[in-house]
């Protein structure tokens, strides 16, 4: 489309360009005349100011010229120099005093000293080249004015001319004479020749060509110093008589003559010159006329600057070279925008031409739209509208709708739509409603209406829009709107009934694991006993299965609630590592944790969902993984202060869980984190599992502010990653195959924590160890603990390297020997050590179910179960050194073992009424190692069920419970014992909050006892201690 296409039009460019031009011009004349007047205001102002500059130097070099003499002539030696007959050792003395006179006067060459009858008494030459004839004839001829000086004058001498005798060079000279006095009588004068060449040439480097001369006349116009040396001092020159300003610079001298400081532009340049007087107070000089002994006293220099016409042209060249650049381009500039104004005219008019071809393509165009359209004007009343809006309407013409609109809008929505008009037309902002408009037989219609203000409004149009008739699409909408309500209906529903059956199904669960528990107490042959626990085991991996269901219908409900206490992060991590130790055992895993040692552990949130989260992984790990390791690190760093301000000590916690397992693959990652998913059909047959786990582990993560991924390979695949990573994270390597699960989650530190005991290394320090372990992690985790406590670790692959790396080294202070181990195991390894090193200390590592007999146990000084813990270790390395170092406070007692431990505890019945799974694995297991076999509630309705099915001597009761808590359920089971008029079981709060009010809240609620979470043993066995049997006595 040719749209901008159009004939240039010439003539109206130079109607319009011509004079623009003419104004340019006459702008710019009086600002160049501006600028060429400041250019030679500034230049005769640097010269003014270079003038007094030279004068202030004149002045200051010829009073020194005439001070240092008169220092001189204070000397006392005068008189007697000239008093004495016979000058001799006196002569030299002065002659000595001239020289060092000199060295620091430099500028004097000769010196006369002369009696009061002119004759000369001492006189001193710098140089051999110095002309004392002239000078002594110089003396002389000014000798009538020297004689009269009183003590207070000063006699200067006119320029002189002289010349030296080996180049025969000119320079100018001063005579200055000093009167010599002694007790007021006159004793004759002093005479120096002051040398004025250090003077001219210090004022000729201050001037040059382009800054202007600096020219010095004596009064009657000779150069003293000029723009040529050849043109100089004609007053002794003949052949230089005519080198003056009267007779080169005739007007200058001229202006001279009638001012004493002026400046003046002519032909040969700028000129700017002032006079000054060189004679101070008290100082003689004599009159120009063949060393004439006439006085004078004001000997005038004319100081004059002299910039030539050639400098003033360059400058004048530069300015008339900018401001026609500057013409040139405003000319230019002035040509641009005549150019785009005559463009610009010829666009309009052309624009004006297929605009009104486009309002009439657009009205016809309108005219067929499905859609009603119209133009409004700046108040707002239609200047166009189309058919369709006429039949939406119901009117036949633009009055007619311009009289109507307002009465069709239905009366629910007309004060909303007027509203929105009316900031429309106020605030020149977008409208978009959807109301309903009523047609003549009453029915209603939706429509959808837009409105735009137009941004370069014209005369008639300010404002288009359209309306739609969305009847149908609402329509649709209501029965959408019901379809999603009763979706949310269904799945409110589900959940409920998820929740309902999951909890109708537990309660003769736990009934069957309850009553399997009472059957094992009672005589039974061995296959009996069998069938028992294998009921009892079914049972408890079906209850598992649906505490999974329904902590996920918590979490989809939005009612799992989490818990924040203080709690050791270390103690949660080697809690979880205990529960899985057997299950590590029985698959021949090895299972390790490495904390970072700069990684606070005390802190406050919930440690049961993070043990269940911890639990959840580490079981896959270990499920999945048929040889090798399941490797558990931990990092923290603080959060960042701009991020949580408010929460300054929050520190974001990194949980990575390493396997050397079967790994997964592309298309099996992409299931994971999905509900009741697992990567294939093949893992839920040989594996079991919901697939609900990973899920629950994703959502309490994400509960405690982090986020959860996996990096996994497979043998023979590249890495694959799902989840959602942290944006920068340090990733474990992963060899041929397995997984590395990744999690985060935020933490406050405890502002408080427990005190624990720091471990002292002094005695640790230094000492070599042998750590031998087959299993590369095991040997990274416990040197890296070693060198925690200062001490050097020396690893060992296997028996055979140890064996060499203990003849290599040739001692070592304690040997850590893990017991599976190929080619030679630990015990014989032992064997070996102890037959060649005596009694070294020795420390075994071994998995649980792995027994000794007593021969082998006595090989080792400590037997240590795997995993680890770093505090299990500590202890043994204290039991094995603490002793041998005097500065060493005695060990501790050793706390009771758990044998010693059961036979302090009565034989009770406990029933462990707790809702998160974890915990309650963590609370059976304590309960197992005191020699209980406990059984589960997951709420206070479970409670009430289980006391009425069968007796319990003890409640151990979580204070938050869902359904119904720790609280309502002790006073539901005080209050249902009480009407069988029986003793109720003794009821011990278990609760995260450490408060005294909340332990009050325990025992107003009827509760006998108080055990705080996370539960420690001590305090466990405390409470239990103070429970007595209501039943026949059983364990």
């Known amino acids: 489309m040719r749209i901008f296409m159009f004939r240039f039009p010439l003539l109206s460019f130079i109607q319009l360009f011509l004079p623009t031009t003419a104004v340019i011009a006459a702008l710019l004349t009086p600002l160049y005349v501006g600028q060429r007047q400041a250019l030679f205001k500034d230049f ?75 004759r000369i008494r001492f006189q001193w030459t710098s140089t051999p080249q110095s002309d004392p004839p ?99 001092w004609g007053f002794d020159f003949p052949e230089r008589r005519q080198f003056t300003v009267r007779h080169q610079y005739p007007l200058l001298w001229q202006q001279m003559q009638h001012q004493l400081r002026g400046g003046l532009f002519g032909p040969d340049g700028l000129f700017v010159f002032q006079s000054f007087s060189l004679l101070q107070e008290n100082w003689i000089s004599a009159e120009r006329s063949a060393h004439s002994s006439r006085r004078q006293s004001n000997v005038r220099w004319w100081l004059i600057g002299f910039l030539p016409s050639s400098a003033l042209e360059q400058y004048l060249d530069h300015l008339n070279r900018d401001f026609l650049v500057s013409f040139t381009a405003l000319c230019i500039l002035a040509a641009v925008a005549v150019l785009l104004i005559t463009r610009d005219r010829q666009r309009k008019r052309s624009l004006q031409k297929l605009l009104e071809t486009s309002n009439a393509r657009f009205r016809s165009v309108s005219e067929m739209a499905p859609v009603g359209i119209f133009t409004l004007d700046a108040q707002g009343q239609p200047t166009f509208l189309n058919q369709r809006l006429l039949q939406l309407l119901q009117v036949h013409n633009l009055e007619e709708a311009q009289q109507q609109w307002i009465e069709r809008l239905h009366p629910e929505d ?60 609402m329509q649709q909408q209501e029965l959408l709107e019901v379809a999603r309500q009763a979706a949310e209906e269904a799945s409110r529903a589900k959940s409920e009934f998820l929740a309902t059956m999951s909890h109708e199904i537990r309660t003769p669960m736990n009934a069957i694991i309850g009553l399997t528990g009472l059957l094992l107490d009672t005589p039974l042959n061995p296959q009996q006993q069998e069938f028992v626990n294998t009921i009892r085991l079914s049972g408890d991996a079906l209850l598992g299965v649906i505490n999974d269901i329904l902590d996920f ?34 698959r021949e895993v090895e299972l390790a944790a490495h904390i970072d040692s700069g990684v606070p552990c005390a802190v406050i949130g919930d440690m049961g969902r993070l043990r269940q989260v911890l639990v959840n992984l580490i079981g896959n790990a270990i499920k999945f993984t048929q040889k090798g390791n399941v490797t558990l690190y931990v990092k923290a760093k603080p959060m960042p202060m701009s991020q949580y301000e408010f929460m300054p000590s929050y520190y974001s916690y990194l949980f990575a869980i390493q396997d050397t397992g ?53 043998t023979g695949e590249s890495l694959v990653v799902g989840g959602t990573p942290l944006a920068v994270y340090e990733s474990i390597p992963i060899a041929e195959s397995g997984s590395v699960f990744y999690f985060t989650a935020r933490f406050l530190l405890n502002p408080n924590p427990a005190p624990e005991p720091t471990d002292d290394t002094c005695y640790l320090e230094n000492r070599r160890v042998l750590i031998v372990d087959d299993n590369a992690t095991n040997r990274q985790i416990l040197a890296l603990q070693i060198k925690k406590w200062k001490m050097q670790p020396l690893v060992a692959e296997s028996g055979p390297s140890a064996l060499a790396l203990l003849q290599q080294q040739g001692w070592v202070d304690l040997a850590i020997l893990d017991l599976q181990m190929p080619e030679m195991d630990g015990v014989t390894l032992a064997r070996q050590i102890r037959a060649a090193y005596g009694e070294l200390p020795l420390i075994l590592l071994t998995s649980l179910g792995n027994t000794l007999t007593e021969s082998e146990k006595a090989l080792f000084s400590s037997l240590i179960s795997k995993p680890v813990k770093q505090s299990t270790l500590y202890n043994a390395l204290n039991s094995l050194f603490c002793e041998k170092q005097k500065t060493v406070s005695p060990k501790p007692a050793a706390a009771p073992s758990f044998e010693h431990l059961k036979a302090e505890l009565p034989p009770l019945r406990i029933l462990v009424a707790e809702d998160n799974k974890v915990n309650q694995m963590v609370a059976l297991r304590i309960l197992e190692k005191l020699g209980y076999r406990g059984d589960i509630a997951a709420n206070g309705l479970e409670v009430l069920d289980a006391v009425q099915r069968q007796p319990y001597d003890v409640i151990l009761m979580d204070m938050q419970m869902p359904e119904m808590d720790g609280i309502t359920a002790t006073r539901e089971v005080t209050q249902l014992f009480q009407g069988l008029k029986k003793p109720r079981p003794r009821i011990i709060a278990m609760t995260a909050n450490a408060m005294e009010s909340d332990r009050q809240l325990c025992l107003d609620a009827g509760m006998d006892d108080y055990v705080s979470k996370p539960i420690r043993l001590e305090e466990l066995v405390r409470a239990l201690r103070q429970c007595q049997p209501l039943q026949t006595p059983t364990t």
Not at 204 to 228: F, H, P
Not at 415 to 427: E, H, I, P
Not at 555 to 579: A, H, M, Q, W
């Open 553 to 586: 219908s918590k979490i989809e409900s939005g009612k799992l609630e989490l818990e924040s206490y203080p709690f050791n992060l270390r103690t949660c991590v080697e809690e979880v590592l205990d529960l899985l130790a057997s299950r590590a055992a029985e």
């Open 414 to 473: 007309r004060d909303r739509v007027l509203k929105a008009w009316a900031a429309c037309q106020q605030k020149r902002v977008p409208f978009h409603e959807r109301f309903r408009i009523v047609h003549n037989d009453s029915s209603s219609h939706w429509i959808n209406a837009r409105i735009i203000p137009l941004q370069e409004s014209s005369a008639t149009d300010s404002f288009v829009g359209t309306w739609e008739d969305i009847s149908q699409m």
């Open 44 to 118: 005769r102002v640097g010269q003014e100011g270079k003038l007094e500059e030279i004068q202030l130097t004149i002045a200051n070099d010829i009073d020194d010229a005439v001070t240092d003499p008169k220092g001189l002539g204070s000397f006392h030696l005068w008189h007697e120099l000239i008093d004495s007959p016979s000058q001799g050792e006196l002569a030299e003395e002065v002659q000595e005093l001239v020289d060092q006179w000199h060295r620091l006067k430099e500028h004097y060459d000769q010196l006369y000293v002369l009696d009061t009858r002119g």
């Open 662 to 714: 079967i790994g997964i693959s592309a298309a099996g990652m992409n299931r994971l984190f999905k509900p009741f998913s697992q990567v294939d059909a093949s893992t839920t047959r040989q594996y079991g599992g919901t697939g609900l786990g990973l899920v629950i582990c994703q959502r309490l993560v994400e509960r405690m502010g982090g986020q959860i991924w996996v990096e996994s390979k497979k």
């Open 134 to 232: 002239s000078t002594v004839k110089a003396i002389n001829s000014y000798w009538p004015i020297l004689r009269e000086l009183t003590p207070d004058q000063v006699f200067v001498s006119p320029v002189e001319v002289t010349a030296t005798k080996s180049s025969g060079l000119p320079f100018p000279v001063l005579y200055i004479g000093v009167p010599l006095y002694h007790q007021s009588a006159p004793k004759g004068v002093l005479v120096v020749r002051y040398q004025l060449n250090h003077l001219f040439n210090n004022l000729l480097s201050r001037c040059n060509i382009q800054m202007g001369w600096c020219l010095v006349a004596d009064d009657q116009g000779y150069w003293l110093l000029g723009e040529d040396i050849r043109e100089q």
